[in-house]
Structure formats: C-alpha cells, structure tokens
C-alpha cells in the first residue's frame, strides 16, 4: 500500500464501525490491510474486532475456469487499472508484474469500463499482458463450484469471513441462481 492509501486506511480503522476493503485476498495483501485497520482502530484507543470488515471481489461461476473468467474480463482489468493509478509503490505488485501492470494502466481504454464479458478491449488487453491469472487470483472467486468452494474455504483460513460482491456482466441473474445453487450449499 502506498503512504496516501496506508495512512488512509489507518484513518478508517480509527473511525469506522465498518468498511469494504477492496485490497486482494493474497495473503500478505490482505494481512497488511488488516494490519493498517488495526493500528488505527489501536491508535484511537478502539477494539480492532469490533470493526465490521467486508472484502470486496468479483465472483462468477461456470462449467469451466476459463469461461468463468472470460466473462468477467473486463471486471479484472477495471479491477487492475485501479491497482496501478497514482502509485504502485506499496500494493504488493510482484516485481515480474510491474511491468505488465503499468502497461495494463498506459493502455485501459476508459470509454471501454466494464463492458461486459470478453470482447472488450481491456479484457484482451489483460490476456494479451498475461496479467488474468494473477488478478483472477488476488481479487476474484470464479470457476467451477468446486473451485469457487475451495477458494472460499482458503479465505476463511486467513480470515476473510465476509465477502461482497457486485457482478459486472450481463446476465446478473443467472450468476445469482448459479452462485446461489452451486456454490453457497457448500460453504459454512
């Protein structure tokens, strides 16, 4: 995290009853974020556990990994032109990836947000950065229901016991009865 976001951050966790923090699920992304709400819930003299914490990500669920991440293309670009803007410095971009990354945010095509599904320009854009596997990773939940499970289970190994989530394709209720029918029966 950059000083700006870190001292953000710290701001938030001295004066929240709760927030959504939108930082990735790796693990030592999501322990500094926690780390930064919990020096400023500290330093206002409050409980760090008293803060209700949701993590933002992107989910989708489908017969196969790669049709479910096709879909939301242009949700990871949008997702990695956010990472890039004003600094990296501090937001945990592996060093083979910072390259990729800046390029990622040189090229997004604003009048192309969220265009939904894969034919959007930033969506190939990510493919062709070879940056899909690494945002899929750090900020979403998708694949098959087994995948999506899994993922979730690993979460909560770390922590993450809230999850909020806005689908950027079309058919938001086909996502919705999916997500609803074949992965929540199978996750605490």
């Known amino acids: 995290m950059s000083r700006p ?9 001295a004066i929240a009853d709760g927030m959504v923090v939108g930082t990735g699920f790796l693990p030592d992304v999501a322990q500094d974020s926690l780390e930064q709400i919990r020096l400023g819930a500290e330093a206002a ?19 196969h990994r ?20 004003f600094t990296t410095e501090g937001k945990h971009i592996p060093p083979q990836l910072m390259e990729p990354m800046t390029r990622l945010r040189a090229a997004y095509r ?11 320009p930033n969506s190939r854009l990510v493919d ?10 750090r900020f979403a939940i998708a694949g098959t229901p087994d995948e999506c499970v899994e993922k979730i289970q690993r979460l909560a190994a770390i922590g ?9 394709f079309a058919d938001k209720m086909a996502f919705m009865r999916a997500w609803s029918e074949q992965v929540l029966p199978h996750v605490g």
């Open 110 to 120: 604003v009048e192309s947000h969220f265009v939904p599904g894969g034919e959007s």
């Open 5 to 13: 976001r870190r001292s953000l951050v710290i701001k938030r966790g």
């Open 160 to 168: 993450v016991n809230q999850i909020w989530t806005s689908p950027s």
């Open 45 to 63: 003299g409050r409980d760090f556990r008293s803060i209700d914490i949701w993590r933002w990500t992107m989910c989708n669920v489908a017969e």
């Open 66 to 85: 790669d049709r479910a991440l096709g879909e939301m293309g242009a949700a990871l670009a949008a997702t990695g032109n956010h990472l890039t803007r």
């Open 128 to 137: 062709q950065l070879g940056l899909r596997d690494y945002l899929a990773e």
